[in-house]
Structure formats: structure tokens, C-alpha cells
């Protein structure tokens, strides 16, 4: 079945960097697009960034120029590397595939941003 778990999350301050990662597992990594999203308290799950399975990229404009989503094929691994971190950027952060029209998600990795 398909899984997918992610690790990297914590506490930060504004300026600094952490990189996600998500372990995928039940399918096959490398024809798949895979996604970030985020939920903040009290707000709707929203899309971070985008690779496509040919490493096409899109991004969220609110993380443009900041986070950069990358994947290792090789490790089934999909990576968020997120810079200049802001105090809004602190939200619950999941792992997202869409398999035969069905999406699947992680369990999440909290990210807070605060001095």
C-alpha cells in the first residue's frame, strides 16, 4: 500500500532554514508527481510546491525564491529545502500523491517559525 512519512520539521527562528524530507513506498516513485502542502491553525491545507515526475517544479508564490522541492529517484525520497523562514511559514506540513485518482498523504511534520 502506498506510504509516505516525513521527517525534518521543528522549531526554527525567522531567517533560518530546515529541509523536509518524505520516504515514499508502495508504488512507483519515479513515474509520480509528488507535492508539499501545509496547514496552518484555523486555515485550509494548502499547496507549497509541485515536481512532476520529469522534475517540472511549481511553487506557492507566498514560498517562491525560498523553498526549493527536489526528489532522489533512487531513494524514493522527496525533499523540501526551505530558506528565510518567516513566522507565517508555521504550519503542519504534509507529503501529497495522487495514485490512480486517489490521494495519499503523510501524517505530517510540524514547522514552527518563532523567536
Known amino acids: 500500500q502506498v506510504q509516505l512519512v516525513e521527517s525534518g520539521g521543528g522549531l526554527v527562528q525567522p531567517g533560518e532554514s530546515l529541509r523536509l524530507s518524505c520516504a515514499a513506498s508502495?508504488?512507483?516513485?519515479?513515474?509520480?508527481?509528488m507535492s508539499w502542502y501545509r496547514q496552518a491553525p484555523g486555515k485550509e491545507r494548502e499547496l507549497v510546491a509541485h515536481?512532476?515526475?520529469?522534475?517540472?517544479?511549481n511553487y506557492a508564490d507566498s514560498v517562491k525564491g525560498r523553498f526549493t522541492i527536489s526528489r532522489d529517484n533512487a531513494k524514493n525520497t522527496v525533499f523540501l529545502q526551505m530558506n528565510s523562514l518567516k513566522p507565517e511559514d508555521t504550519a503542519i506540513y504534509y507529503c501529497n500523491v495522487v495514485v490512480a485518482g486517489r490521494h495519499y498523504w503523510g501524517q505530517g511534520t510540524q514547522v514552527t517559525v518563532s523567536s
Open positions: 508502495g508504488f512507483t516513485f519515479s513515474r509520480y508527481g
Open positions: 515536481i512532476g515526475s520529469l522534475h517540472s517544479t
